[in-house]
């Protein structure tokens, strides 16, 4: 009986394999142009702005603002996690020194964005490339590195690994740096790049022209600064006495103003002033008061927080 049994369950046809499975993968997009796909790559490997790990920013990541080694001001009741604070506004409003100091003040890092575009257009007139090809100034910018140097304070932009943070603010890079900035793919990438550096940083001082309107809409602290164009320019016009460079104020009102015409009309992320942003005219105040200023709104928002210590 038992070999019966056995002979039966020889006897038993084997079932064939089953067929692998197979999932039909979507058809490529040829329609896309071989730029596109460079610049897909290119965000998904980070490879336009890279930002390095060093022991001094990862130390600091792990530290409250209280025991911030830049010496600033103690905010109570706020952890590293959930502050970044913006500062936008047009040419010449002071944006750029006001957050380098309000971040040394408050112990956090401060990123320039406008220097991220500035590269670019360094890299279009180093190659005589021409700002209006928009293909070939997003393949030139793929082709290259930005990086940020954390070690220093504030950082300082290195393009292939030089140093280009003073060339950046030479005027033929100032012209065309609108132009540059109103691509499309390019400020699509940027964005994306300025979201992963606050990752890496988040304690962060970030400047620009839309970093509370479309970057970082929920930072927890927006400005917008401003000034008349005559005041922006007469600064405008300091700076570049200060490197040496020849200067006529008029002229240098006549081109902010062309600037905020085309930062205010183009259709990607005009400049406008972020939803909730706290605006301050400029013009009439010193560095440092505008700075007071700033901190005094920062603690603030700090004090208001649930949990934070009287």
Known sequence: MRNSRRCCRRSRPRRSPRPPRTVARPPRDRSRTPVQRRLTLWRRLSAMCSVRKTPRNQSMNRRTMIESPKGGVSIKGLRPTNMIVTIDGPAGSGKTTVAHSLARHLGLDSLD??????????????AGVS?????SVVALACDHRID???????PRILLDGRDVDDRLRQSDVSEIVSRI????????AMVEAQRAIAARHPR????????????FPDAEVRFYLDADSGVRAKRRAGEMRDRGE???VE???RAIEARDRS????????LTIPVGAIRIDTGEMSIEEVVNLLIRHVEAWCDSKPGSES
Not at 131 to 135: F, G, L, R, S, V
Not at 204 to 215: A, N
Not at 263 to 270: C, H, I, L, W, Y
């Open 113 to 126: 964005t406008g220097a991220m575009y500035r590269s670019v257009a360094l890299l279009t007139i180093e």
């Open 131 to 135: 700002p209006e090809d928009h293909e």
């Open 148 to 154: 940020f140097d954390w070690d220093v304070t504030p």
């Open 181 to 188: 900035a109103g691509i499309p793919m390019l400020r699509d």
């Open 204 to 215: 962060l001082v970030t400047e620009g022209r839309d970093q509370g309107s479309v970057v």
């Open 246 to 248: 020849d200067c006529d």
């Open 251 to 253: 002229k240098i009102r």
């Open 263 to 270: 930062d205010r009309g183009r259709k990607d992320a005009p």
